[in-house]
């Protein structure tokens, strides 16, 4: 489908339009002029981004493919990812990163309590990370009304008296279960009884998020795996997650590194009203804090189902859009303003072709990495490449021989 340069001259509007940013990462080849597309997120008036397209488009090879260019042009960045198809584990291991599995049946754990100075956003981060406990009290206990001001307030101190305790004392990182000791020592019966409804997370079957972190959540490359999360924690599974991943931005900010987020299949998360307004307030901050996240996902339709979903991707200067269903292309047509030609390139294009929109510019590109090489294999979603990836892969492990590539 690619068309030539005089052909392009007749039908194409942004014939002579070229993206050659000298610092930026390579993302493919312009289809009308065949030259590199090299673009540079940071340089963007907000690097924010979405990867769109339908099924087999190649929306998380282009992913990986940014994320392993990142963390190739700058070993100081940081890439966190939430996974929650296990499609990412290849790229992890290449880079020495951390896989973490999050469900009630494994055996890693993360501390939704834990905190650090810079949390606050310049603020005090105990009141930041006291409004981040509530609003997960209030997924879990609010129902359809919310937490009342009564059960709001006894929390509220009961956050505040943890963690005083704990910047006071020097003691271990409070955990959910500080917090229920916490509120069963308030005078309010009403005190006790919240505990008592909090008891499955604290002590029972859905207690997954009551211990101390064991896992490495300070590797440059963070795997959240999270295809595992059951019904009853898959919100509070994200919920938890995005606010891991908001700590390490405001660690990373005062050392100076940038820190890239991918949100595959970002639908889910903005399934839940509590996880999804908080993303949004993280996509909203990230620029300040040298923060870019990214949005992926195939369900354009649902995806477009959620204004705060609409907000981001308005408010996104990054955009690649591979081939769309035809629902999908009507709808991203008319919000990012596409022309008819423009339209044309993501309408029944090869996997890995389509439009790129950074700031001003609309490119048309294609992206046919060599095939033959040990990159292609870890960035491949096709069930035959990530198979003899894995046995090549094993292979090499147990001191058998692999041809150079």
């Avoid at 590199?36 to 090879?61: C, E, H, Q, Y």
């Avoid at 999270?226 to 995005?242: E, Q, T, W």
């Avoid at 033959?372 to 990836?389: G, V």
Wanted: charged share 25%; proline share 3%.
């Amino acid at each position: 489908r690619t068309l030539t340069t005089s052909a392009a001259a007749i039908f194409i509007p942004f014939t002579a339009q070229e993206l050659s940013d000298s610092s930026g990462l390579v993302y493919g080849v312009n289809q009308v002029t065949q030259n590199l597309v090299t673009a540079d997120r940071r340089n963007l008036k907000a690097g924010n981004g979405m990867i769109l397209g339908r099924p087999g488009a190649g929306k998380s090879f282009a992913s990986k493919q940014e994320m392993l260019s990142v963390r190739l042009r700058d070993a100081d960045s940081e890439v966190l990812i939430i996974d929650p198809e296990r499609e990412y584990s290849a790229v992890a291991q290449a880079l020495g990163g951390e896989v973490i599995p999050i469900s009630q049946r494994a055996a890693a754990h993360i501390n939704p309590m834990e905190i650090n100075e810079d949390y606050g956003d310049d603020e005090d981060p105990v009141i930041f990370k006291t409004d981040f406990i509530l609003s997960m009290c209030d997924m879990l206990l609010g129902g359809k009304n919310g937490l009342s001001a009564e059960r709001r307030t006894l929390i509220d101190r009961a956050c505040r008296l943890t963690y005083q305790r704990y910047f006071e004392q020097h003691t271990a990182m409070p955990t959910m279960v500080d917090l229920s000791n916490t509120l069963k020592q308030q005078p309010e019966e009403e005190g006790k009884q919240i505990a008592l409804e909090l008891e499955p997370y604290i002590e029972g079957s859905l207690s997954v998020f009551a211990h101390q972190t064991n896992v490495d959540n300070d590797n440059s490359v963070v795997v959240y795996d999270v295809k595992d999360l059951g019904k009853n924690l898959r919100s509070m599974g994200m919920l938890i997650v995005l606010d891991q991943i908001w700590n390490r931005i405001t660690k990373n900010r005062n050392s100076g590194k940038r820190t890239w987020i991918y949100v595959d299949e970002m639908q889910l998360l903005l399934s839940s009203e509590f996880a999804s307004n908080y993303f949004f307030e993280l996509w909203s901050r990230a620029r300040k804090w040298g923060a870019l996240p990214t949005g992926i996902t195939q369900n354009v339709e649902t995806l477009l189902l959620s204004d705060n979903a609409r907000r981001m991707l308005s408010n996104s200067e990054f955009v690649l859009l591979l081939d769309q269903a035809a629902n999908d292309r009507d709808q991203l047509t008319e919000m990012l303003h596409l022309s008819e030609q423009e339209e044309g390139y993501i309408t029944n294009a090869d996997s890995g072709h389509g439009l790129m929109i950074a700031g001003d510019a609309v490119i048309p590109f294609e992206n046919d990495f060599p095939k033959k090489t040990k990159l292609y294999k870890i960035m491949s979603t096709k069930p035959e490449d990530m198979e003899q990836y894995i046995s090549r892969k094993k292979l090499h492990e147990d001191g058998g021989e692999v041809s150079g590539e």
